[in-house]
């Protein structure tokens, strides 16, 4: 399977992933376990820009690998972030998201790095900037949510 074929995979994942987040209250999970302010709203919003960079990384992956390498990268960290390793640290208390994180995530993430190592796609420099960037891009909502409250930030 080619990595655009992947990056397309990727999406779908990561619909179903909203969608076992958003059934099972993902919002209250991450209230009471994580401490994140987040409202459903925020959860829609975000989750809407990650399906669209999904569809934008699917596109452009023939001619740009870092783009669904970005977006595997984000897979892989919001995987084991938020989901696997506050499943361990509160000795098992389900997150929502953390069977699709596991079934589709880990694999899916891994596959499209091997894939664009086979394809020759892959450096050192790309791999690196593609966890940075995925890295990022799990971090500004969060960094959102935190400012959004603060005196200086607010808007009424």
């Given amino acids: 399977m080619s990595l655009p074929d992947l990056a397309w995979l990727a ?28 409202e459903w709203t925020d959860f829609y919003v975000t989750n809407a820009v990650v399906v669209v960079l999904g569809f934008a990384q699917a596109e452009l992956a023939p001619r740009f690998a870092l783009g669904p390498l970005t977006y595997a990268a984000l897979m892989l960290i919001n995987a084991t972030f938020f ?15 953390l069977s699709t994180a ?23 420099g790309v791999a690196i900037a593609a966890f940075a960037a995925g890295a990022l ?20």
């Fill in 137 to 156: 891009l799990m971090a500004y909502p969060v960094v959102m949510l935190k400012l959004k409250n603060r005196p200086y930030f607010r808007q009424g």
């Fill in 83 to 97: 989901h696997v390793l506050p499943f361990a640290r509160t000795k098992g208390r389900y997150s929502p998201g």
């Fill in 11 to 38: 999406l779908a994942a990561y619909a179903a992933h909203i969608l076992e987040e958003f059934v099972l209250d993902w919002r209250n999970w991450a209230r009471a376990v994580i401490g994140l302010p987040v």
């Fill in 102 to 124: 596991i079934l589709f995530f880990y694999p899916l993430g891994i596959a499209m790095f091997w894939q664009a190592h086979n394809e020759g796609r892959l450096s050192l």
